[in-house]
């Protein structure tokens, strides 16, 4: 308050009258819920009256939500809790538990000993966090992703009164999302698909169903890996429907794939043959599933040896659509196979291509 500023008493507790040269204006105080600090906020009223109504509805509305500080192990146990409830995929809940361990089980502890409650964060703090990613963790372009799963997790615990609203809105709401950075499109023709299929049918012949209908269909390949011998329908002897259950699809609806060529029903028959004794349609050689990480692995050093390209599973999708537009078909089309739901998703897959670039380069000819 400015020195030609005067406090006046008033019978209307928690309400402050102030005059200055602005004019008349009120400050009320309150506390949000016990053991907080004492919050002191101006509000636009006519008089000390208004002002006190107004403050008690503040107070309302803090009380209807209201925020208790836990400590981090018990926050993380709510958090888990809360995804369960939400029914999300454990995959998604491992990554959420990831970043929750990142944020408030590494970086706190390093840089920030003295934070014991998830309302004492700051702007500063979750800076300097992001230079904790980007720069300590050598993450150059993971702040998108770890920056989508905090604010995730951060309403999730707003949800349950775990943390205060302000954190997402005063604090996180400060930090816009980075703009997706486009990955250089990888090409490979035909020939080198079949060279790299033929290597892996003698190398790991478990691996070269899942190759196959990533390369065949363009599907995700946590969608094929999960694939189970339950989800091929057959009409005698011949597979005539793949069914993806929600939780393998990323926006967890059922997906149900028909009327597909005979080299696909060909595969899905030999690989649901070789597979009994498993659950899985493509188990590994002990009968488990294959792990994501470990099948990503050895494409991307298989393909580097094979192709003297460095490729990883998300690359064959994005050859699938991009190959499959050049050809003219139909967006709509490609969608059904892909499982994509909007165009603006499925256009995230699509990239420009070399041949596709000379066909209009020679198509513009003047001469």
Known sequence: MSKNSQYKGTRYP??????????????????????????HLRVEATSEKEAFLKRAELMGEKSKTQVYNFSFPELKERLKLKCQADKDSPKTIINLMGKFHMLFEEFLPLHYPYITSVNELSQQIIERYKQFIVVDKGRENGWRDELTKIKSIFRKMVAIGCCDERICTDVLGKFAKPKRVLKVYKEITREQKREFLSFLKEDRPDLYGITFLIMRLGWRREQVISLKRTDIKFNNLRPVEIVCQPKNTKNKEPFILRNFGNDIAEVLNDCYQNSKGSEWLFPNPKGKKVHSNNYTS??????????????????????????????????RDIMAITGHKDIESFQIYTHVTGEGVKKVLDSSKIF
Not at 22 to 32: C, D, Q, R
Not at 307 to 331: Q, S, V
């Open 14 to 39: 928690g309400v402050r009258k102030c005059i200055g040269k602005k004019g008349i204006t009120y400050e009320v105080s309150y506390y949000p819920f016990p053991g907080a600090k004492k919050k």
């Open 298 to 331: 050895y494409i991307s050093k298989t393909s580097e040896k094979v192709l003297k390209i460095r490729l990883t599973p998300h690359d064959f999708r994005h050859m699938f659509c991009t190959h499959m537009k050049k050809e003219g078909l139909p967006e």
